[in-house]
């Protein structure tokens, strides 16, 4: 279960509960700051903010995961590495049940909101066809 | 400004036996490869008056100070992060006593890797609150991305997929580590070969990753003793005189500890090129002058980025490069001679520096003939340090 009251990164998490996917970003110069944080090197400015995103990726690595390293996690499944066609040099990282055969590099990748716990929801990625 | 090229040495090696279960607590193994590299050097425990430890390690410099009764101690410091200090740590050592804080500096690196705190591992956060107060932890532990054996795998698979690298090509690295291992009666696998069959059909860990693409967990430690280059000539053996050391961080290396490292725009290019860029202007030197070489080797595919970013071969080339006999005794670049943390033993990247002494002194079990120049490198990906040592 993630934690999600830290002051850099609740924001996050408080959209996926609503089913939005959401990257701190740069109101005054457009840069996307993730994993998210309060200052923009970019342009020197502290004038940030959680901007939406489609929910619309492509993907950029993954792996077959087959020992065992966490308990609440069965093998095998599939991690995998997202860049978000609206925020691009971000990442997201995503994970799907099994081991997914039919990955290739580029593919279209669309967001789902995964209810984890308690009103803890978690954005994941899976391949649109 | 102040240029430390040749100015310092590395005088005095040590290390342990390197198996699975030591025991023997840290301090008592530190303790002994901290006295075995004193001895080495021809000194007294009285004659360090620097130590210098890695952050990760459990053991303190006053623990030292009491077991080894190095009472003279007037500096200390701790170098991180983990697996990318120990050249760093040499390079402290070089500041301290370029500085005039300490004339003869003890480094160590002791753990018992297998049989206490095992890296590598997950489990440990509490499943109920996982991240958080920057650790990042959160943006990928709860998907089952926890070690660094699974972010290590999706970098060899983007390695992969950008340049058309295979799995054999990062088996001839897993082959050629363990080919000096075989050589060398101190290596955890000195006496285990290891063929490409095994390597390619070696148990699943995290696809493309399989069982020998992995370090071995180790309980041992090293040290080393570090002087001025005028007291190193008199000490009993040749000095590896450290040419040039550097530390660096990528351009822009994300946050936290080692997990969003994953996050970077790149995942081929990693902080070693940017130290090879700031260490080779120091040293005056490049990768052609480089005449044997110990990568950081955590994983099979961390040697390969390296072998890109030190510029012994192109971007993308790693994988022919490697598997086209360069790495072997005789090769362009012969690579890791004391087995490295492939088949060696895993003691956080010091047993390749005392490696890279042995190469200078002429009296490695894989000597490199006439070897004159060794690359020494540490851990990747969060930040790296590197160094050349010359005879």
């Not at chain 1, 609440?72 to 040099?89: H, S």
């Not at chain 2, 310092?8 to 075995?36: E, M, N, P």
């Not at chain 2, 926890?146 to 001839?172: D, K, N, W, Y």
């Not at chain 2, 000195?190 to 095994?198: C, G, Y």
Request: hydrophobic share 40%.
């Amino acid at each position: 279960m993630p934690y999600t009251i830290d002051a850099d990164t609740a924001g996050f998490f408080e959209a996926a509960r609503e089913g939005h996917l959401v990257v701190r970003s740069c109101s005054d110069c457009g840069a996307n700051l993730h994993p998210p944080r309060q200052y923009c090197r970019h342009c020197g400015g502290w004038n940030t903010r959680w901007r939406k995103l489609t929910g619309r990726a492509t993907l950029v690595t993954w792996t077959i995961v087959e020992q065992q390293m966490l308990p609440t996690f069965e093998v095998p499944y599939t991690v995998v590495l997202v860049e978000p066609d609206d925020a691009p040099g971000v990442r997201f990282v995503g994970s799907l049940p099994g081991r997914v055969e039919s990955l290739q590099a580029g593919m279209a990748m669309a967001v789902t909101f995964e209810t984890v716990g308690d009103g803890v929801v978690l954005p994941q990625w899976s391949p649109t066809e | 400004m102040y240029d430390h090229r040749d100015r310092c040495a590395i005088v005095g090696i040590g290390t342990t036996d390197f198996t699975k279960a030591s025991g023997r607590s840290v301090l008592t193994l530190a303790t002994q490869a901290g006295a075995a590299a004193i001895s080495d050097a021809g000194l007294a425990a009285t004659d360090i008056d620097g130590i210098v430890r890695c952050e990760h390690d459990e053991v303190r410099h006053n623990d030292l100070v009491e077991t080894l009764g190095t009472a003279n101690v007037t500096y200390w410091s701790s170098v991180g992060t983990g697996g990318a200090a120990p050249c760093g740590m040499i390079g402290q050592a070089v500041g301290a006593i370029m500085s005039g804080q300490a004339r003869t500096v003890l480094a160590f690196r002791s753990l018992n890797g297998r049989s206490g705190r095992r890296f590598g591992q997950a489990g440990r956060a509490s499943p109920r609150s996982i991240g958080g107060n920057g650790s990042y932890d959160e943006f990928f532990i709860p998907y089952g991305l926890a070690v660094p054996g699974q972010m290590f795998a999706m970098i060899a698979r983007r390695h992969m997929i950008e340049f058309g690298t295979t799995s054999e090509h990062l088996g001839s690295i897993a082959l050629t580590c363990r080919q000096r291992a075989n050589a060398n009666p101190n290596a955890q696998m000195a006496d285990r070969e290891l063929s490409m069959q095994e390597y390619l059909t070696g148990r699943p860990i995290s696809l493309p990753l399989r069982l020998f693409d992995f370090c071995l967990e180790t309980d041992g430690a090293c040290a080393v003793v570090v002087t001025d280059t005028e007291r190193a000539r008199n000490l009993p053996h040749r000095p590896a005189l450290i040419r040039a050391v550097a530390q660096g961080t990528s351009r822009h290396p994300q946050m936290g500890l080692v997990l969003p490292t994953l996050l970077r725009e790149s995942l081929t290019t990693q902080p070693s090129a940017d130290v090879a860029e700031t260490l080779y202007r120091r040293a005056g030197m490049g990768p052609e002058d480089i005449d044997v070489a110990q990568f950081y080797d955590c994983f099979t595919i961390t040697v390969l980025l390296q072998l890109e970013d030190y510029g012994f071969c192109k971007k993308g080339e790693g994988g022919p490069f490697a598997s086209g006999g360069a790495l072997d005794i005789g090769g362009a670049i012969p690579i890791n001679t004391s087995g490295g943390h492939l088949s060696e033993g895993y003691i956080h990247g010091m047993n390749h520096v005392v490696e890279g002494v042995r190469q200078i002194r002429g009296t490695s079990s894989s000597q490199v003939a006439g070897a004159e120049t060794c690359l020494v490198t540490s851990g990747i990906p969060v930040a790296t340090s590197a160094m050349i040592l010359t005879a």
